[in-house]
T-cell receptor, first 112, second 114 residues
Framework: GNSVTQMEGPVTLSEEAFLTINCTYT??????LFWYVQYPGEGLQLLLK?????DKGSNKGFEATYRKETTSFHLEKGSVQVSDSAVYFCALGPGGYQKVTFGTGTKLQVIP | NAGVTQTPKFQVLKTGQSMTLQCAQD?????MSWYRQDPGMGLRLIHY???????DQGEVPNGYNVSRSTTEDFPLRLLSAAPSQTSVYFC?????????????FGEGSRLTVL
């Protein structure tokens, strides 16, 4: 079946540091890939997505590239801010009404 | 736009009590689902529905019931609460098939079973 593996947290960074959160997946076919973010006390919201190989999703300074050859979708940001402190979930979705599979989440804490 | 609305936000139950978590969306989404979020386990799908009158089980359906009488509402029922059901519950909806599958989440309902 489908699965998503992402790096365990928590990740603690100083403001303006470079962020990478690793995500790899196992899936049949050609899934869409997502990063969701969960701020404290809130529900998840879509951060970015990519629907086919070599697509790059980007939003709010975050980027991730759909790498079919390495089955990866790593999240990166060049300079993190305190306001980026949240839990980040990698997910894959075959599309349509099929199930969306989530990783276990990576907590990011950015300190001033 | 209200999006996905969940109630209550917090609830404490005793073992064996029953309750219903409410979920409503105003985006005319056909697909609705319930997830539970537990530390170290990410989000696990409990039940989902692809339209009014149609429901199906997810990964962890035991102890939960759902129904879908309207497009807007998708309540989750705990018939006899157990401490193992202590969790944060999220309702999520999605536009029709053929889209890329983005889910829209409610703010969550934190349930504690004593």
């Amino acid at each position: 079946g489908n699965s998503v593996t992402q790096m365990e947290g928590p990740v603690t960074l100083s403001e303006e540091a470079f962020l990478t959160i690793n995500c790899t997946y196992t899936a049949t076919g050609y899934p869409s890939l997502f990063w969701y973010v969960q701020y404290p006390g809130e529900g998840l919201q879509l951060l970015l997505k990519a629907t086919k190989a070599d697509d790059k999703g980007s939003n709010k300074g975050f980027e991730a590239t759909y790498r079919k050859e390495t089955t990866s979708f790593h999240l990166e940001k060049g300079s993190v801010q305190v306001s980026d402190s949240a839990v980040y979930f990698c997910a894959l979705g075959p599309g349509g009404y099929q199930k969306v599979t989530f990783g276990t989440g990576t907590k990011l804490q950015v300190i001033p | 736009n209200a999006g996905v609305t969940q109630t209550p936000k917090f609830q404490v139950l005793k073992t064996g009590q029953s309750m219903t978590l409410q979920c409503a969306q105003d985006m005319n989404h056909e697909y609705m689902s319930w997830y539970r979020q537990d530390p170290g386990m990410g989000l696990r799908l409990i039940h989902y529905s692809v339209g009014a009158g149609i429901t199906d089980q997810g990964e962890v359906p035991n102890g939960y019931n759902v129904s879908r009488s309207t497009t807007e509402d998708f309540p989750l029922r705990l018939l006899s609460a157990a401490p193992s059901q202590t969790s944060v519950y999220f309702c999520a909806s999605r536009p029709p098939s053929g889209t890329t599958g983005e889910l829209f989440f409610g703010e969550g309902s934190r349930l504690t079973v004593l």
